[in-house]
Nanobody, 126 residues
Framework: QVQLVESGGGLVQAGDSLRLSCAAS????????MGWFRQAPGKEREFVAV????????VYSDSSKDRFIISRDNAKNTVFLNLHFLKPEDTAIYYC???????????????????WGQGTQVTVSS
């Protein structure tokens, strides 16, 4: 069974940094692109970033592309999201996700993903 477990969230001040991790099991990790999404209370889950199976290509949302970095370590079946210059607007639960098919290259929509972790809370104070 596919399992994705996020970690690294916490309470930080505006301008600080965090590194989120997602440990994957139950799938051929190196064959799948991996994505990060986030969801604030009362809002829709939104795309943050995605990286291809080899780590050679990435896509970021407009709000994250200048501050966040997605990367992966296939030897450890882990995908990371480095958060820099955090703002209160970044406060949300951050989810790791795998697409429905290994053929999906750089999916950016929630509906294109089939596997989700439980999320890790990121709270940014002003």
């Amino acid at each position: 069974q596919v399992q994705l477990v996020e970690s690294g969230g916490g309470l930080v001040q505006a301008g600080d940094s965090l590194r989120l991790s997602c440990a994957a099991s139950g799938l051929t990790f190196s064959s799948y692109s991996m994505g990060w999404f986030r969801q604030a209370p009362g809002k829709e889950r939104e795309f943050v970033a995605v990286v291809t199976w080899g780590g050679g290509s990435t896509v970021y949302s407009d709000s994250s592309k200048d501050r966040f970095i997605i990367s992966r370590d296939n030897a450890k079946n882990t995908v990371f999201l480095n958060l820099h210059f955090l703002k209160p607007e970044d406060t949300a639960i951050y989810y790791c996700a795998a697409p429905r098919s290994s053929r999906d290259y750089l999916p950016t929509k929630v509906s294109e993903y089939g596997y989700w972790g439980q999320g890790t809370q990121v709270t940014v104070s002003s």
